[in-house]
């Protein structure tokens, strides 16, 4: 009997940085960038914040593309519980960078694979993988200069850790060290594993 073709698998994200790690799988994908409101909810915490809009970015996509497996992902950056946005500007930019350094910023990276096939086993995987990041305490002319060199600001917390970012942070503590460029990749492959995606063939 032939073989079932494998699913469609569909990256919910307009993120450069999320494609550029599902990449690294070698697994062939779709870009479908989702259309759903990110603001956070009133009383809501960063982690239900995270986990709530990685879901929602799966489910519009999976009423506008039929079965596929459907990965959505979202992240919340906190200093003291408090969430971090992206700053949109550099004079943003730069209050931010000025009240993280020398401090530790917790990253919740939440990741979600919807299974939108038919009778499908595991329709829904969640998980939230968090990351905390100790910032150096760097001088306003250094944090200046960072953000006119790499211009981070479409980053929550400002800094670009796969660039020159990485510059900026002391230590990172998490299971998952894609989980704060934006994909926590160890956390997916275990999910892709759940529906039956084999990663290598001879």
Known sequence: MPSLAPPRLILGSGSAYRKELLARLRLPFEVVVPDIDESPLPAETPP???L???QAKASAIASRVGPALI???DQVATLDGLQIGKPGTHERALAQLQIMRGREVVFHTALCLLDSRPAAPMPLQIENIQTTVLFRD?????LDAYLRIEQPYDCAGSAKNEGLGIALI???ISTDPSALTGLP???LTSMLRNTGQAFFQS
């Open 48 to 50: 239900q914040t995270a």
């Open 52 to 54: 709530r809009l990685a």
């Open 71 to 73: 990965i959505g992902s």
């Open 138 to 142: 760097l001088s306003d002319a250094e």
């Open 170 to 172: 002391a230590s990172i």
């Open 185 to 187: 990749l160890i956390a």
